[in-house]
C-alpha cells in the first residue's frame, strides 16, 4: 500500500540520510527520540523541501530509520549469503508507459528492462547488480515477492520500493531463511519515482 501522501527528498543532502544511519543507531536507547527526529526535520528543512506536514514527515522518517535499523542488523548475514536477488520496483522506470520497451512476463510477474534509456534508474541498478551476479527483477508489487523467493531459493534479497511497501515485504519475509538489505524509495508517487543509486551500490 502506498503512503497517503507523497514526497521527494531528492533535493535533501546526503548528509541528511547519514544523519539517520547515525539515529538508527540510537533508537532504543535514546529517550527523546521523537524530539531528535523533529530536530532532524527542523535542521534539515524536510517540511520546506516536501511541502510534508510534520507528522508525515515523523512517520517518513521513522520508517527510514527502521529501515535502517533492519539494514543493520542483517548486513553480517547479508554479506554471507551466495545467491542473491535485486527487486526492484516498476515506479522507478525513466516511462510508466509505452515508450518503455520492457518486456513483462506475467507469470513471474516481472519486467525485463530493455535498456532503452541510459538515464533510467532501473537500467542503470540492473546492469550494475547483474555485473555483480544479482539476478534482478523489476516487480509491479510487493505481493509479488513471495511468489519469486519461493520458487527460486535466493540467500539474500535486495528490495527498493517506497517504506512502505518494503516494511511489508520485509514483514511477509520473516518467517523465510533469508537475509535482507532494503532500499527504501527518496522519491514516492507510484509514477517518475526515485532511489539513491549511491546508496544501493553501497548495499549490493
Ligand atoms: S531503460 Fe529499461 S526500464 Fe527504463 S524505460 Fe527503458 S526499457 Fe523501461
Ligand atoms: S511508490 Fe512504487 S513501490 Fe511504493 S506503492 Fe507506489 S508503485 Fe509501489
Known amino acids: 500500500m502506498p503512503y497517503q501522501f507523497t514526497f521527494d527528498l531528492s533535493t535533501v543532502p546526503h ?11 540510537q533508537k532504543g536507547m535514546h529517550k527523546k527520540f521523537l524530539n531528535t527526529l523533529q530536530d532532524v526535520i527542523t535542521k534539515f528543512r524536510i517540511q520546506e523541501a516536501t511541502g510534508l506536514n510534520l507528522s508525515d514527515a515523523v512517520v517518513l522518517l521513522q520508517d527510514f530509520i527502521d ?10 548475514k547479508f554479506l554471507n549469503s551466495q545467491k542473491r536477488v535485486l ?8 516511462y510508466m508507459d509505452n515508450r518503455c520497451k520492457a518486456s513483462f512476463d506475467a507469470s513471474i510477474p516481472s519486467y525485463t528492462c530493455a535498456h532503452c534509456s541510459e538515464d533510467c ?3 542503470k541498478a540492473e546492469s550494475f547488480a547483474k ?7 523489476v516487480v509491479p508489487g510487493g505481493s509479488c515477492i513471495l511468489k519469486i523467493l519461493k520458487e527460486n531459493p535466493y540467500e539474500g534479497v535486495v528490495g527498493v520500493a517506497c517504506g512502505e ?11 523465510m531463511d533469508v537475509a535482507v538489505q532494503v532500499i527504501p524509495l527518496i522519491k ?3 509514477a517518475n519515482t526515485a532511489f539513491n543509486m549511491e546508496t544501493l551500490v553501497n548495499v549490493l
Open 165 to 175: 511497501e518494503v516494511k511489508m515485504g520485509v514483514a511477509a519475509l520473516q518467517n
Open 67 to 76: 529501515l535502517q535499523a533492519v539494514n543493520l542488523i542483517e548486513r553480517r
Open 87 to 94: 527487486l526492484l520496483p516498476h515506479c522507478s522506470r525513466k
Open 121 to 123: 534508474l532501473v537500467n
Open 188 to 190: 514516492n508517487g507510484c
Open 131 to 137: 555485473k555483480k551476479g544479482y539476478d534482478v527483477y
Open 15 to 25: 548528509f541528511f540520510f547519514s544523519e539517520i544511519a547515525r539515529i538508527s543507531y
